[in-house]
C-alpha cells in the first residue's frame, strides 16, 4: 500500500466532514426544538434532545477519529483502517437506529390519537 502525498491532509478532511455533519443535525436540531414542540407538544423536545445528543456524538467521534487517523498515518502501524473504523460506525448506526424507532413509535403514538 502507498502512503499519501501529505498523510496529515486526509485525516483532517475527514475529521472536517465528520464536523459538518455533525453541526449540521445540531443546526436540524435546534430548528426542531423552535418546531416540534408546537406540533408534537413535549414529544418534540425529546425528539430535537435526541438529536443535540446525537450531534455531540458525531463531535466526539470527528475528534476521535482525526486522532487516530493521525496516529496511524504517523505509525505506519498496519492495522486495517476499517477496523479502526468499524466501532464508530457501528455506533453511528446503532444511534440512528435508535432515532429511527423512536420516530416510529412517535408516528404511531400520534396517528393512534
Do not use: F, K
Not at 436540524?28 to 414542540?37: N, T
Not at 468499524?86 to 440512528?96: G, K, N, S, V, Y
Amino acid at each position: 500500500m502507498t502512503s499519501p502525498a501529505d498523510p496529515g491532509l486526509q485525516a483532517e478532511r475527514t475529521s472536517l466532514a465528520w464536523r459538518r455533519t455533525a453541526l449540521s443535525v445540531a443546526v436540524g436540531s435546534l430548528i426542531g426544538l423552535r418546531v416540534l414542540p408546537q406540533q408534537l407538544g413535549p414529544t418534540g423536545y425529546a425528539v430535537a434532545g435526541l438529536g443535540l445528543v446525537w450531534s455531540a456524538d458525531l463531535a466526539l467521534t470527528a475528534r476521535r477519529r482525526y486522532r487516530d487517523g493521525r496516529r496511524l498515518l504517523r505509525t505506519g502501524d498496519g492495522r486495517d483502517p476499517r477496523a479502526v473504523a468499524a466501532p464508530t460506525l457501528a455506533r453511528t448506526a446503532a444511534t440512528a437506529g435508535v432515532v429511527a424507532v423512536s420516530a416510529l413509535v412517535l408516528v404511531l403514538v400520534i396517528a393512534l390519537r
